[in-house]
C-alpha cells in the first residue's frame, strides 16, 4: 500500500481538513496558513506564476550549495515539520520543512516545500487564467480533481506540457534557493495514483527529473516525497538525494526508503502509534516527528510536536 498523504476516515476531520485548506490556501497532509499568492506579491509576468522574493532577514545559502553542489539534510537530525506555518523551532532543531513562501529558519537545514504536481488551494483561477492547458481534464473536458484534499491536478503527461510545467515551478524551485534554503520537497509526486489512469509513473518521473535537475542547478538538494513503490533504480535515476516518508512507519513502508537513501529518510507520523512504532523501529537512525495532521503552529488548539 503506498503511503499516498494521510486519508481521514472521520467526516468532521475531513470537513476540517478541507476547511482549513480552502481557506488559509495550503494543500497536502499539508493543510495549512499559506495564503494564496497574488495577495501578497503583484504579479511579475502576465503568464508565469512569480517565485517568491528572497527575503532580507533569510539565512544565506552556507558554503558548499553553490550552484552545482549541494547535500541533502543530516541524516538522523532533529527535525521539525512547519509547512503549514512557520515558527521559531523547537530548541535542538536543526532540520525544518517550511512552504516556499516562508523565510528560512535562521541556523537550522531548510527545506523548501513546493506543490508542484497538484494545484494549491486558492491558485486555481490563476492556472486557469494562465495556463488551463496545463490542467488535467478527462475525456469530457472536466477538470480532475483530488478528491481527498480537494486540489486540482497538473497535466504532466507529454514533453510539451512538462517543459512547460518545469519552468513555472522551476521559478518557484529558483526563488527557494535565492531565499537561503537547502533542499526541495516536491509534494504530490504521486499524483499519478490518482489521475484516473490519465497520467503514468514514467510521466511522473520524468517531470520530476526536470525539477530535480532545475533543483540541482540551483544548488539545492531533491527530496522524494512519499511514493513508496519507487525502485531504487527509479528514484535514483530521477535525482532524488533523500526522502520525506508520511507515515511510513504506520503503513510498514520505511524500508522502502532506507533501501534507497540509507538514513537519509525523514519521517512524518500523524498518530501517536505510528510515531511509537517509528521511534522504537527506526528512531536510532532516521528523523522521526510526530505532527497533528493539519501541521499547526504553537497556539492551536490542534498542535502537535515531538521528536525522537
Not at 134 to 154: N, Q
Request: net charge negative; charged share 20%; hydrophobic share 40%.
Amino acid at each position: 500500500m503506498a503511503a499516498n498523504r494521510r486519508k481521514l476516515t472521520m467526516g468532521v476531520a475531513m470537513a476540517a481538513v478541507v476547511a482549513v485548506a480552502l481557506g488559509a490556501g495550503i494543500g497536502a497532509a499539508d493543510a495549512g496558513t499559506r495564503s494564496s499568492w497574488w495577495s501578497a506579491k503583484p504579479a511579475a509576468k502576465p503568464t508565469t506564476k512569480p517565485a517568491a522574493k528572497p527575503s532580507a532577514s533569510a539565512t544565506p545559502v552556507p558554503t558548499g550549495t553553490a550552484a552545482g553542489s549541494w547535500a541533502p539534510p543530516p541524516a538522523d537530525a532533529t527535525f521539525d515539520y512547519q509547512i503549514g506555518g512557520a515558527y521559531t523551532p523547537p530548541a535542538g532543531v536543526t532540520v525544518v520543512s517550511r512552504d516556499r513562501e516562508a523565510t528560512p529558519a535562521a541556523g537550522t537545514y531548510t527545506i523548501c516545500y513546493v506543490n508542484a504536481f497538484q494545484v494549491q488551494p486558492g491558485d486555481e483561477s490563476w492556472w486557469q487564467a494562465h495556463h488551463d492547458d496545463l490542467l488535467l481534464k478527462d475525456k469530457s473536458g472536466k477538470y480532475v480533481i483530488d478528491e481527498d484534499w480537494d486540489e486540482m491536478m497538473l497535466d504532466f503527461s507529454t514533453d510539451a506540457k512538462r517543459t512547460a510545467l518545469t519552468e513555472i515551478v522551476g521559478e518557484w524551485i529558483d526563488g527557494c534557493a535565492a531565499a537561503g534554503f537547502r533542499a526541495i520537497e516536491s509534494d504530490n509526486l504521486d499524483s499519478y495514483t490518482r489521475s484516473q489512469k490519465l497520467l503514468t509513473q514514467e510521466q511522473a518521473l520524468a517531470y520530476a527529473t526536470a525539477l530535480n535537475s532545475r533543483a540541482h542547478a540551483q544548488g539545492l538538494a531533491a527530496g522524494q516525497k512519499n511514493t513508496a513503490e519507487l525502485t531504487s533504480t527509479d528514484a535514483r535515476k530521477a535525482g532524488f538525494d533523500f526522502a520525506v516518508a508520511e507515515e511510513c512507519a504506520d503503513f510498514d513502508e520505511c524500508d522502502a526508503y532506507t533501501a534507497t537513501y540509507g538514513s537519509n529518510v525523514i519521517v512524518i507520523e500523524y498518530s501517536r502509534s505510528g510515531f511509537a512504532k517509528a521511534c522504537s523501529s527506526v528512531g536510532g537512525t532516521l528523523s522521526v516527528v510526530l505532527r497533528d495532521v493539519d501541521v499547526t503552529t504553537p497556539g492551536s488548539d490542534s498542535y502537535v510536536y515531538e521528536a525522537c
